[in-house]
């Protein structure tokens, strides 16, 4: 093969990592695009749909909090391919059982269920990706898995739009399904078949503690993602609350919001990866991106009176911000050696996706502290906005530039 082909790119596994992400992102968000119309449909009050929205997402983000221990060291023992099994076998089953809740604690158990099956989905795939690709090809890869995956949430937006919340579920699960037996061409990274003829521990996520250093870059690569999800968890998913406070001339929809800033997303990822590839850096354009997500932030926050196609427009741009997501989980694969890639690169996000826990509690506590009413919305965002913006510049001083990495290493106990 021509050593600048890009042949590799059309790989099995790459086409279908980039599938099982599209899914996830499908049922990942397709609570908060349904949030109001299902929690209406099962006798939520109107003045309670945000604190009970609330809930449900905890929920949802507590399993693929779990989820990411669980799938990540799994990826370590037992193979990629057992993860990509297992996760969307699970979500799938979850998702179509969420069609049938009556009452919202029925609805945030399947939620937290569905939760621990998401979480295997990204990591999985991208640490596959990562290690099948060669390192020239290694950023464009995942990349390309990111960004046809982020256009789920378009699917998910029409879905919604189209049909019952009930069989919006009942469509997530069946592409699973359906997913499941297309990975049955799926075959291992090499990489790791190689590491498991070697006498070396594989999955121990305390070796993530045992070392200065190494806890140190797990840190950092959790961390920098903070900005993305304090923007789609709590900005996008209550973005009817926030038009309401900032007097948009009209009505905002969760889910075309959501929409919007999800195709913003996958063009960020695309651009960032170029970018990244062009500069030979991962660093250097997560610094950018976090500089312009902290503008995005003020401008979303405090223009008001905009017309709802305006108000689109910024969540369009908030999304193309936090378009590091793709190098935001690459670069937590590429930190570590192969007998813990796939438990830092499963792990990190959804810690990440699980941090909308304490961000929305913070913002429900910055919102009572302020008084309540319309601009205490405003201002507790700025604030818990704020403090994830300081928190990734932080955390991006703790991890390794790993642009030409080789990925085949390991970490010594």
Sequence with gaps: MKEHSLKPLWSVPVIVAALGYFVDIYDLLLFSIVRR?????????????????????QSQMVGLLLGGLIWGIMGDKKGRLSVLFGSILLYSLANIANGFVTTVNQYAVLRFIGGIGLAGELGAGITLVSEVLPTRLRGYG???????????????????????????????????????????????????????????????????????????KFVGSVFIGLPIWFVIGILITFSPEFAKALHINGTISAGDAVMYSYIGLAVGDLVSGFIS?????????????VVVTTGMILIYLFTPGRSVFNFYLTCFLLGVSIGYWALFVTMAAEQFGTNLRSTVATSAPNFI?????????????????????ESAVIYGALVVGIVTIIIAFLSLQWVEETFSRDMNFVEED
Excluded: C, H
Excluded at 45 to 54: A, R
Excluded at 278 to 284: E, F, V, Y
């Design 353 to 373: 996706r699980g941090m909308v826990v304490p961000l929305t509690l913070g913002f429900r506590f910055m919102r009572e502290q302020l008084g309540g009413g």
């Design 37 to 57: 119309t299902s929690l209406q449909s099962i006798g939520v009050p109107d003045d309670q749909l945000l604190t009970q929205g609330e809930f449900v997402l």
């Design 277 to 289: 590839q062009a500069l030979r850096s991962r660093k250097k354009v997560v610094f950018l991106y």
């Design 142 to 216: 995942t990349t390309l898995v990111a960004t046809v995956g982020l256009m789920g949430a378009v699917l998910a937006n029409f879905i919604a739009k189209k049909f019952d919340w009930q069989i919006a579920y009942f469509i997530g699960g069946g592409l699973g399904i359906v997913l499941l037996v297309a990975r049955v061409s799926i075959f291992e990274s090499g990489v790791f078949l190689k590491l498991k003829q070697q006498t070396v521990q594989r999955g121990n996520f305390f070796q993530l503690f045992n070392n200065a250093a190494r806890f140190k």
